[in-house]
T-cell receptor, first 116, second 114 residues
């Protein structure tokens, strides 16, 4: 079992749908991350939240909208996605933002997203 | 873009043998980390080595770091079938536009046969 919980585990949606991915951690971590991972590829960073504020956006298309309602929760709102957005979306957290200390990141098991 | 290159891309060994994976990177780093990913699961942190360290051990894992060559290796001794997974190195970049970002290598797929 991981300490970072992601829901749902699987999501199938049409290109016109609006859905949200949810991530939750109760380790008191103050940095949270969204990654996208295509099959047989490494994770690619999308967004970083540091102390509940968006600190890094890796030029992600606006059809992906992150939200950090509080220090334990991270959402990724999806709208008008494309078939190429089908991937495993991973959430991670760390005690403090990655640039401030030598702390590992803790990953959830991801949401496998399929766009029809 | 991913700065880490790993080799081999795939490694197949028998249980009890040692497995060595290598990682190279291009920029200055604060630390280098190794993660394991079982099929369909998230990444699990294995070990972190700081830029001023040369070697680190954790159980059956041994990691080395050579900052002059910008390379690292992960050795798994006495492998078990349960070690079958993908292994990724990840660098925490020290500065520039990539500051504070964890950048993953392409990964090595390890298969340990019982």
């Amino acid at each position: 079992d991981t300490e970072v919980t992601q829901t749902p585990k699987h999501l199938v949606m049409g290109m016109t749908n609006k859905k949200s991915l949810k991530c939750e951690q109760h380790m008191g971590h103050r940095a949270m991350y969204w990654y996208k991972q295509k099959a047989k590829k490494p994770p690619e960073l999308m967004f970083v939240y540091s102390y509940e504020k968006l600190s890094i956006n890796e030029s992600v298309p606006s059809r992906f909208s992150p939200e950090c309602p509080n220090s334990s929760l991270l959402n990724l709102h999806l709208h008008a996605l494309q078939p190429e957005d089908s991937a495993l979306y991973l959430c991670a957290s760390s005690q403090v933002p990655a640039g401030y200390s030598n702390q590992p990141q803790h990953f959830g098991d991801g949401t496998r997203l399929s766009i029809l | 873009s991913q700065q880490g290159e790993e080799d081999p891309q795939a490694l197949s060994i028998q249980e009890g043998e040692n497995a060595t994976m290598n990682c190279s990177y291009k920029t200055s780093i604060n630390n280098l980390q190794w993660y394991r990913q079982n099929s369909g699961r998230g990444l699990v942190h294995l070990i972190l080595i700081r830029s001023n360290e040369r070697e680190k051990h954790s159980g059956r894992l041994r990691v080395t770091l050579d900052t002059s060559k910008k390379s690292s290796s992960l050795l798994i001794t006495a492998s078990r079938a349960a070690d079958t997974a993908s292994y990724f190195c990840a660098t925490l970049n020290a500065g520039g536009t990539s500051y504070g970002k964890l950048t993953f290598g392409q990964g090595t797929i390890l298969t340990v046969h019982p």
